[in-house]
């Protein structure tokens, strides 16, 4: 069955940076597009960065455009997020997820289109 497991998250100070990694089991990225999410306490779960199954081709929400880039190794079966510029409200617990998309543009604007998530790996920003 497919599996996703988040790595790489843990303490930063503001300013800095931090690469997370998604790696999927079961499945290969060839008919999944991948996501980012993270959830801060008392938030709702929101959408950060997405990339398609077979074009590879990203979106982003608007908060992180520019600081995070989302990128994946095939022959890894993996995803990657990396993060810059981050800033204390950046803290949160990230998840990544799969959406069972062969074909398209992954989306980020409904995250019930995702069918699998990783247990979520804990970000914090502070000094």
């Known amino acids: 069955q497919p599996q996703l497991v988040e790595s790489g998250g843990g303490l930063v100070q503001p300013g800095g940076s931090l690469r997370l990694a998604c790696a999927a089991s079961g499945f290969t990225l060839d008919n999944y597009a991948i996501g980012w999410f993270r959830q801060a306490p008392g938030k709702e779960r929101e959408g950060l960065a997405c990339?398609?199954?077979?074009?590879?081709?990203?979106n982003y929400a608007d908060s992180p455009k520019g600081r995070f880039t989302i990128s994946k190794d095939n022959a890894k079966n993996t995803v990657y997020l990396q993060m810059n510029s981050l800033k204390p409200e950046d803290t949160a617990v990230y998840y990544c997820a799969a959406d069972y998309r062969p074909y398209g543009q992954c989306v980020l604007s409904d995250r019930r289109t995702y069918d699998y998530w990783g247990q979520g790996t804990q970000v914090t920003v502070s000094s």
């Open positions: 990339i398609s199954s077979r074009s590879g081709r990203t």
